[in-house]
């Protein structure tokens, strides 16, 4: 009877301990990674070799895919920074002034406007139009809407893993906002390094964001396309700051899971967290409204404009910032990694 007693306590220690080592195992599978940066010439290279023979042909569920407009002026250089710019092919006179202040084209950075397929043939006409003139257009085989918006995203993944590998930072952005280029650059080179780094996502951070249900609204989303009542903590789509192995990472994670239109919940959210990425809030580095307003009594340093800037604001912040550089790190304004 005692020694019944005694293995089955030592069974009971030997169950306990197993699952101990188990979940602290899963703990550690499931921590999520904090980016780091690269102090030397980084070796990195896409792993282009482990996708799927078609996925250049592949873009999510579209398995026809092609780059109907594409251009690389990437080839023959070394850009620290490949700017992909979400643009509304109506967008004509975004893309002119874009392209007149902080978007120019240099060795450092190389800025594409990125553009899905219209229906309307003069429409068409005129972007080819635009496309000779300035050989800055990269035109996917889906038609432009905002339920093909993720379509879009994943499109600056694939341009930026097959057109642009050796870039050492990818920015996404919308066409009516403001990049502080001159600082941004000195935060890349200086406070980053220009070698690059890992696990990064820079942006202005939504948490706790309800689904919206309501009938009419153009982000109405059905209790079949995504059931839970809150989304998950995910990155403003309208600028988010990469580094190449995020880019590849969240690529390939889109390329097999199922669509969900709303592209920056869906990839730096949904994805995000499948994958255990962290985020960096660059909230403090964005100029408020109230203080782009009140720019000669702004004291501190931004990366970025308001979201939803007009062209002629644009174009002030511009003649502003040039008259107005400052080198200043900006690591203290980061917030801890989430």
């Known amino acids: 009877m005692l020694d019944t007693k005694l293995c089955f306590n030592v069974i009971c220690v030997l169950i306990f301990f197993v699952l101990c080592i188990t979940s602290t195992e899963s703990r550690q599978v499931t921590k999520k990674t904090v980016y780091n940066l690269y102090t030397k010439p980084s070796s990195y290279s896409y792993p282009v070799q482990t996708l799927p023979r078609d996925d250049y042909h592949q873009l999510n569920n579209l398995k026809n895919f092609t780059f109907t407009i594409l251009n690389?002026?990437?080839?023959?250089?070394?850009?620290?920074?490949?700017?992909?710019v979400h643009s509304n092919p109506t967008h004509f006179e975004n893309r002119k002034?874009?392209?007149?202040?902080?978007?120019?084209?240099?060795l450092q950075v190389k800025v594409l406007f990125m553009l899905g397929l219209v229906k309307n043939h003069q429409l068409k006409v005129q972007i080819e139009k635009e496309n000779e003139e300035f050989g800055d257009l990269v035109q996917g085989s889906f038609l432009d809407t905002y339920r093909n918006l993720t379509y879009k995203h994943v499109m600056v993944f694939k341009y930026a893993i097959y057109h642009c590998p050796q870039a050492k930072y990818i920015l996404k952005t919308d066409d009516d906002i403001f990049v502080n280029m001159p600082l941004m650059?000195?935060?890349?080179?200086?406070?980053?390094?220009?070698f690059g780094g890992s696990r990064m996502i820079f942006c202005t951070l939504e948490e706790n964001s309800p689904v919206v249900r309501k009938t009419g609204s153009k982000w109405r989303v059905s209790f079949t396309e995504?059931?839970?009542?809150?989304?998950?903590?995910?990155?403003?789509?309208?600028v988010i700051l990469y580094s190449p192995n995020v880019v590849f990472d969240l690529y390939k994670e889109a390329q097999k899971t199922d669509y969900f239109w709303i592209d920056?919940?869906?990839?730096?959210?949904?994805?995000?967290?499948?994958?255990h990425l962290t985020r960096v809030d660059v909230n403090?580095?964005?100029?408020?409204?109230?203080?782009?307003h009140r720019l000669a009594q702004y004291k501190g340093p931004f990366l970025y404009g308001p979201p939803?800037?007009?062209?002629?604001?644009?174009?002030?912040?511009?003649?502003?910032?040039?008259?107005?550089?400052?080198?200043?790190?900006?690591?203290?304004?980061l917030k801890r990694p989430k």
């Open 72 to 84: 690389k002026p990437c080839n023959g250089t070394n850009p620290i920074l490949l700017v992909l």
């Open 97 to 106: 002034v874009l392209r007149t202040t902080w978007a120019k084209n240099s």
């Open 185 to 194: 650059l000195n935060f890349l080179t200086e406070d980053l390094l220009p």
């Open 226 to 238: 995504y059931p839970a009542e809150k989304y998950p903590t995910y990155c403003l789509g309208w």
């Open 264 to 275: 920056d919940v869906h990839i730096t959210g949904i994805l995000v967290e499948k994958i």
């Open 284 to 292: 403090k580095l964005v100029l408020s409204d109230n203080a782009f």
């Open 308 to 333: 939803n800037m007009k062209n002629r604001e644009i174009k002030d912040l511009w003649e502003y910032v040039k008259s107005h550089r400052k080198r200043v790190s900006l690591l203290k304004y």
